[in-house]
């Protein structure tokens, strides 16, 4: 089940130029990864959270992550529907969460996400 929009997934070619936007937009770094080459980031503003990452190539454009939760029983539900294009079925990301990817009839990718429990 869907529960809400967690965060918008950005690649950029124009790393700099892309951070001062966002910054300019109220966005600051909550955390960043990478290295020179494929840098990354966690930007917050209030409770809108966006990744940015750079792109080595063509940016694949902007990918809206739902949080969701009983992903054994969507992912079979999401296969076993003729109207739904699962681009990904459930699998684990090397950052730690897991996650079923979705393709709309005009072939926009959305990702549905479990992240880990915090504090554990």
Not at 48 to 76: I, K, S
Request: net charge negative; glycine share 10%.
């Amino acid at each position: 089940m869907i529960r809400n929009v967690d965060h918008f997934y950005v690649e950029t070619r124009h790393w700099e130029r892309s951070v001062s936007f966002w910054k300019g937009l109220g966005f600051s770094f909550a955390d960043r990864w990478g290295e020179d080459g494929h840098r990354a980031g966690l930007l917050r503003c209030g409770e809108a959270r966006l990744v940015l990452a750079e792109a080595n190539g063509a940016p694949e454009g902007v990918t809206v992550h739902f949080a969701a939760e009983g992903l054994e029983a969507l992912n079979a539900r999401l296969l076993a529907d003729a109207n739904v294009d699962v681009a990904t079925p459930l699998e684990d990301t090397h950052w730690g969460s897991r996650w079923i990817r979705v393709r709309d009839p005009d072939g926009r990718v959305y990702a549905l996400e479990a992240r880990p429990a915090q504090g554990d």
